[in-house]
């Protein structure tokens, strides 16, 4: 700022004598002198000015110089961090590679592709001992350059599945290996970025062969052990409806015998005693006819006993006695029919005869209840050869379908008894040609459900109450049907619409 001032004074000086002194050439020597003077105070302005900034250049070098020492010093740290990352990175990755390439299990890499298809990016020993291709082949191509389309396809679809499911997968499945087939367990794990997207996929796979053989062979011998429990289920409930039904079929065969002989002595002297009771009162006839006025005694007995209604009544008794012997007989008859206790051998029968044989015995159960009107049984009977089969368990199996549609029409009328007003039971044989019979009978019941009678014919299953049913009925009849006659029996059943059991079976086995 002085420097400043004193070339203004200066300068203020030289104007102020140039303008007094009018000779030109000494105007020229003061300009010269001027600039002298001026000169000397701009070197001494510069010399300060340059002091000035070389002191500020220096004081901007040392800082800069510290500022790049720090600098330096943090990239030195930053670079031995990152000497240090790398080589973890190269210890972890070499011991990554020595456990990828040393591992007994298969183990192999999936790269995802932008274009969502995968390609093969590892491929470990295991691998290529297991699959028996060579590592060279299977770097950087896809499951369909590998495996072809079909199969290669499938291995997609299932990478697909773990991209699609985000998170890692096991599955089973059988392969063919060195032409052999073989059982593997594959698990793979999803890798993802920076960005939460999945590009790599890494596979395990164990070989489980042995373990899956074994395995199939315990689901073979659980399967042969329910099968056999089954038949043993099976075998028992046989037993048990065939005591149930020997130890039924010798009572009704012993009932049978035991009133069948009193029976026939009955009915047959009826017929005597028919005789006998004509010849006396014709004998009184005669009486009356040859004296007309008997004494007195006679004539009141005559009308204490009422003599004629005697004689008129007498007649009638006896034809009800001998109706009632004969229905009497015709009971014992079907009981022994149903019963078949001599019969349980295979042999030609009349199916229309066991049958009525049933309906006789369950004929209590027809019959009008307090609780409800009677069960009205409709016959539609064709004209049957005798048929070849085993009687005894033919009737058996009548028992039961008869058995259960009474129990249902007796439900359905506790149940809808607005709607059921007269239950009935339906009944048809038919002739099938060329060498088939079929035996319908239905009735006008609830009917079933289809889960019901999807279960209809399985051992023990029942929908009666506690008590009312074992369960066992149906699944015999079936097999009886099925197995022992090589038949049919089907049920078709609708809810509210009743049932009907249709038996279908040859005319001559074998």
């Known amino acids: 700022m002085q420097q400043d001032n004193q070339i203004n004074e200066s300068l203020s000086k030289m104007q102020e004598l140039t303008s007094n002194c009018p000779d030109r050439h000494q105007q020229k020597n003061f300009y010269v002198a001027f600039l002298l003077q001026l000169l000397n105070l701009a070197d001494s302005h510069t010399a300060t000015w340059l002091q000035q900034a070389c002191a500020e250049l220096e004081t901007q070098v040392k800082q800069s110089t510290e500022e790049l020492a720090r600098s330096n010093d943090t990239l030195q740290a930053e670079i031995t961090e990152r000497k240090k990352v790398e080589a973890q990175l190269r210890s972890q990755e070499q011991f990554l590679r020595g456990v990828f390439d040393g591992s007994e299990h298969a183990i192999f890499v999936v790269d995802v592709l932008k274009d969502g298809n995968f390609c093969f990016t590892g491929w470990n020993q295991a691998t290529e001992r297991a699959t028996g291709i060579s590592n060279a082949r299977v770097i950087g191509a896809t499951p369909e350059d590998v495996y072809g389309e079909i199969e290669g396809a499938l291995f997609s679809q299932k990478y697909r599945r773990c991209l699609e499911a985000d998170a890692p997968i ?31 996929l890494v596979g395990t796979t164990l070989e489980i062969s042995d373990r899956k053989q074994t395995e199939i062979q315990l689901n073979r011998q659980k399967k042969a052990l329910e099968t056999t429990l089954k038949e043993l289920q099976r075998t028992q409930m046989q037993l048990i409806q065939s005591e149930k039904m020997s130890s039924l079929g010798q009572l009704v065969a012993g009932v049978a015998h035991e009133i069948n002989n009193p029976v026939n002595f009955i009915y047959g002297n009826l017929t005597h005693a028919d005789e006998y009771i004509q010849d006396l009162l014709f004998i009184v006839q005669t009486y009356q006819q040859a004296y007309p006025h008997p004494v007195a005694t006679i004539e009141e007995l005559a009308q ?161 109450a506690i008590g009312k049913g074992t369960g066992m009925g149906l699944s015999i009849s079936y097999q009886i049907i099925s197995e022992r006659h090589g038949g049919t029996l089907e049920c078709i059943s609708q809810l509210g619409s009743g049932s009907k059991f249709v038996i279908t079976i040859p005319l001559r086995q074998g």
């Open 304 to 464: 204490d006993i009422d003599i004629e209604f005697l004689i008129q009544d007498l007649p009638q008794l006896l034809n009800s006695m001998k109706i009632g012997a004969q229905r009497i007989r015709e009971i014992v008859i079907s009981l022994r029919t149903f019963s078949r206790m001599d019969e349980a051998e295979m042999k030609e029968v009349n199916i229309h005869e066991g049958i009525d044989s049933t309906l006789m015995i369950l004929e209590h159960r027809l019959k009008a209840t307090s609780h409800r009107c009677e069960i009205q049984v409709i016959k539609e009977y064709d004209d049957l050869p005798l048929v070849e089969c085993y009687p005894g368990q033919l009737n058996q199996v009548f028992m039961n379908i008869l058995a259960n549609a009474i129990d249902t029409l007796e439900e359905s009328i506790g149940k809808k008894s607005e709607l059921l007003t007269q239950p009935q039971i339906y009944i048809q044989t038919q002739k099938i040609p060329p060498h088939h019979l079929s035996i319908c009978i239905a009735d006008n019941g609830a009917g079933m459900t289809e889960a019901v009678k999807q279960r209809l014919f399985d051992p023990f299953f029942t929908t009666k």
């Open 170 to 200: 096991t599955y089973e499945e059988c392969l063919m290996m060195n032409n052999q087939e073989t059982w593997w367990l594959t698990t793979i794990n999803p890798l993802k970025d920076s960005e939460e997207k999945i590009y790599r």
